[in-house]
């Protein structure tokens, strides 16, 4: 049974471009949410898209913006990197027939913005 | 704003002793608790859900929660090495809310041999 995963493993990119991070969820699942986590903090909710819609929101810019596909993977973009966005980005998947109970991480993507 | 507080540590036991691992939540109305488990470099890994007051074990982890006191925690029986980690615990949106796990900044444990 495929897990989440999560690709690429590790970028570089320099300040004002731009970044696509991918995710695939684990099998069974229909709900994708992102988050950032920074050094030595917890992981921040960005997202969720359910039914290839934005569901719910946290507290981060308009730069940040997200895609779901037909067969539930999830884009995440990031415009005009800024140093701060420096971070590990987690993806999630849940089912929306369990509540979204439980949510499980794929290994992440690890940003630096130079 | 809802909150999650942890202790940062970092958090040192000796090998085979419990390690007790504390947590509490602003939100009164919060219904689901996670605990979850990251090596360093690596991403949470779910350990333990809890739902109701009391405890719920699961091998050698149990998970107590109390929703009066709005307070979550984690014991490790017989620690291992292997169990030194950083021990997220995280709070489920409920309502609109729903899809949004909170966290705390997680509690450092050490375990040694």
């Known amino acids: 049974d495929a897990g989440v995963t999560q690709s690429p493993t590790h970028l570089i990119k320099t300040r004002g471009q731009q970044v696509t991070l991918r995710c695939s969820p684990k099998s069974g699942h229909d709900t994708v949410s992102w988050y950032q986590q920074a050094l030595g903090q917890g992981p921040q909710f960005i997202f969720q898209?359910?039914?290839?819609?934005?569901?719910q929101r946290g507290n981060f810019p308009d730069r940040f913006s997200g895609h779901q596909f037909p067969n539930y993977s999830s884009e995440l973009n990031v415009n005009a990197l800024l140093l701060g966005d420096s971070a590990l980005y987690l993806c999630?998947?849940?089912?929306?027939?369990?509540?979204?109970?439980?949510?499980?991480f794929g290994q992440g993507t690890r940003l630096t913005v130079v | 704003q809802k909150e999650v507080e942890q202790n940062s540590g970092p958090l040192s036991v000796p090998e085979g002793a419990i390690a007790s691992l504390n947590c509490t939540y602003s939100d009164r109305g919060s219904q689901s608790f996670f605990w979850y488990r990251q090596y360093s470099g690596k991403s949470p890994e779910l350990i333990m859900s809890?739902?109701?007051?009391g405890d719920k074990e699961d091998g050698r982890f149990t998970a107590q929660l109390n929703k009066a006191s709005q307070y979550v925690s984690l014991l490790i029986r017989d620690s291992q090495p292997s169990d030194s980690a950083t021990y997220l615990c995280?709070?489920?949106?409920?309502?609109?809310?729903?899809?949004?796990?909170?966290f705390g900044k997680g509690t450092k444990l050490s375990v040694k041999p």
């Open positions: 898209y359910y039914e290839e819609e934005e569901r």
């Open positions: 809890i739902y109701s007051n």
């Open positions: 995280a709070v489920k949106g409920y309502g609109g809310s729903q899809g949004n796990l909170i």
């Open positions: 999630a998947s849940s089912y929306v027939g369990t509540g979204w109970s439980e949510a499980f």
